[in-house]
């Protein structure tokens, strides 16, 4: 079955510290994966997407087919990366399936 | 352009009405996407419009849910006889031909009593 799996409902980092938000997914061919932040009060938005290799607001993910990952990653958490994080699998259909979601709170 | 928009905001029926939402993408945007959002879950998709073709369609689409875009710019979403696991945040999101970049409406929360 086509599933993507976020470990983690809530991860709680200080500042400064670094951060990884988890996401396995389940797809047996060559998946597009996203991640997609929805900041307090406003709608969901993409992040970025695997394809593009693009590191946007000092977040990366690495796309590794063996361990079926795309774990979202930043060196340096600041207080506006507050949010919700969702990760999502295109594949290769027109649907979207996305993750339950993590909340991240980094705090002061 | 402000975006995709939807209409209403909100909206509380009870249990046997059926209810219609509504969804302008970013005028440019050929493609239209509804989901479903409850509570400490992802959006679940429901539907896939490209243009006014209707080319996917989840299994969550029971008959009670329809979904039309007649002219391939705004689409409606309508729901009959509702029951209280209706009750969600609908999303609508658009993307042009380009890159999938989908871009969200604010939804409509539906509460069915």
């Known amino acids: 079955a086509q599933r993507v799996t976020q470990p983690e409902k809530l991860l709680s980092v200080f500042k400064g510290a670094p951060v990884e938000l988890k996401c396995n997914y389940s797809?047996?061919?060559?998946?597009?994966l996203f991640w997609y932040v929805q900041y307090s009060r406003q709608r969901l938005q993409l992040l970025l997407r695997h394809i593009s290799r693009e590191s946007i607001k000092g977040f990366t993910a690495d796309l590794n087919k063996g361990e079926t990952s795309f774990h979202l990653k930043k060196p340096f958490a600041q207080e506006e990366d507050s949010a919700m994080y969702y990760c999502?699998?295109?594949?290769?259909?027109?649907?979207?399936?996305f993750g339950t979601g993590t909340r991240l709170k980094v705090l002061a | 352009d402000t975006g995709v928009s939807q209409d209403p905001r909100h909206k509380i029926t009870k249990r046997g009405q059926n209810v219609t939402f509504r969804c302008d993408p970013i005028?440019?945007?050929?493609?239209l996407y509804w989901y479903r959002q409850t509570l400490g879950q992802g959006p679940e998709f429901l539907t896939y419009f490209q243009n006014e073709a209707q080319l996917e369609k989840s299994r969550l689409l029971s008959d009670r849910f329809s979904a039309e875009r007649p002219k391939g710019s705004f689409s409606t979403l309508e729901i009959q006889r509702t029951e209280q696991g209706d009750s969600a945040m609908y999303l609508c999101a658009s993307s042009s031909r380009g890159p999938e970049e989908q871009y969200f409406g604010p939804g409509t929360r539906l509460t069915v009593t």
């Open positions: 797809y047996s061919g060559s998946p597009e």
């Open positions: 999502a699998l295109r594949p290769g259909t027109y649907k979207y399936i």
């Open positions: 005028s440019e945007h050929n493609r």
